[in-house]
């Protein structure tokens, strides 16, 4: 059965954040709905200075907003448009404006139409394909996770999607314009931001009918960028090829879920002796309640790998990670977790040495 696409764009983008979403606004089939959340969440020494709230390594609590628009509009009787605006704001989290206060950082941003069974098709600000159609679905933690893939952190603006789904398969397809200064997670040499000349992602997938306790599914899918070469961009990398598979079984809300991902990106570089590849696996099982606790744990790690090591600055190491999270669902808008993160063999000489800290947090969110 073939369903809008709309639904699947802003599921994967925004799936918890507009579970509790309230139309304001809705009359001739146009419509605008507002959602958001507040959180505070005590981090450990480690988490405190991963996730900004200090530099001090000492125990902390950081408090975060966020605010999103969904607005949709008939064109015809089988087009609609479509748009999303959705906004971060966290205290101390290092994204200050000139006066020093907190401020505002964009998530997502994006105009599109609906076609209805022949698909959907929007521009602005979001992550590829690869994220939206295989690596997502591992993403299943607060802050503790995603420490084997390489796309989630990949929000890029100057993006353009086509997406499609029926039978019980999906495909999603990106084009990324130039833009300067946009994530690329796995570009160590430069704090994982880059200047794009431009990028493209595929991404296809399928979903089984039910099979004992959920769907089974199976997603593939490639991404490529390359980067700018002129006066002002950094000149180390040239470009990169990125390929992510995925297996899952069952619902990530009720009933067992378990999932396995596996994704690579191989960097090449204008020096040619300093082509590397980073590469990753995550390994989820998972298992929600009727009663609004859900338990979640798996498998994470990441390798690092020069070709020539003797002339790269970051060697052949490996990062291993447990993570372990517990959730309460008090109430539909009101949520509670505990979250851990474990060393499980990471490497002294790892990219990231705070892996080998293991750290955990505790959070309370209201959801509106």
């Known amino acids: 059965m073939k369903k809008s696409l709309l639904a699947l764009a802003v599921a994967s983008i925004a799936a918890a954040s507009t579970a509790s979403a309230a139309t304001v606004y809705d009359k001739d089939g146009t419509s605008m709905e507002v959602y958001g959340r507040v ?19 000492d125990n902390s609590m950081q408090t975060s907003g966020r605010l999103g628009f969904n607005l949709r509009t008939p064109l015809t009787d089988s087009i609609a448009a479509y748009a999303n605006a959705e906004w971060d704001v966290a205290d101390n989290d290092g994204t200050r ?8 950082s964009a998530r997502y941003l994006f105009v599109g139409a609906d076609f209805g069974q022949y698909g959907a098709l929007q521009a602005g600000r ?14 299943v933690y607060e802050d503790w996770g995603c420490y084997g893939q390489l796309a989630d952190g990949d929000k890029r603006d100057g993006m353009i999607m086509y997406s499609w789904s029926g039978y019980g398969f999906d495909f999603a397809a990106t084009y990324g314009t130039a833009k300067d200064a946009q994530s690329v997670e796995g570009a160590w040499y430069t704090d994982e931001e880059l200047d794009i000349d431009n990028s493209y992602s595929v991404a296809v997938g399928y979903s089984s009918p039910d099979v004992l306790f959920g769907p089974i599914a199976v997603r593939l899918g490639f991404g490529s960028a390359h980067f700018q070469d002129d006066a002002t961009a950094d000149l180390t990398y040239d470009r990169y090829n990125q390929y ?51 338990i979640r744990t798996g498998y994470q790690w990441l390798n690092n790998d020069p070709d020539n090591e003797q002339v790269s600055r970051y060697k052949n190491s490996d990062a291993h990670i447990i ?17 851990a993160r474990f060393d499980a063999g990471t490497d002294d000489d790892f990219v990231d040495d705070s892996l080998t800290e293991n750290t955990y947090s505790v959070g309370a969110r209201y959801t509106f």
């Open 39 to 57: 959180q505070s969440v005590v981090y450990s020494t480690q988490g405190s200075e991963a996730m900004g709230s200090n530099s001090y390594f």
């Open 97 to 104: 404006d000139d006066n020093g206060d907190d401020s505002f």
């Open 126 to 139: 979001f992550e590829d394909a690869v994220y939206q159609g295989v690596t997502a679905y591992t993403d």
């Open 244 to 294: 992510a598979a995925l297996l899952s079984w069952g619902s990530i809300d009720v009933g067992p879920y378990i999932a396995a991902m596996y994704n690579i990106r191989d960097f090449s570089m204008v020096d040619s002796e300093l082509d590397y590849k980073v590469q990753g696996v995550e390994a989820v099982l998972a298992y929600g309640f009727e009663c609004g606790v859900s």
């Open 323 to 339: 993570p372990v999270y517990v959730n309460y669902d008090v109430s539909p808008n009101f949520n509670v977790w505990a979250e």
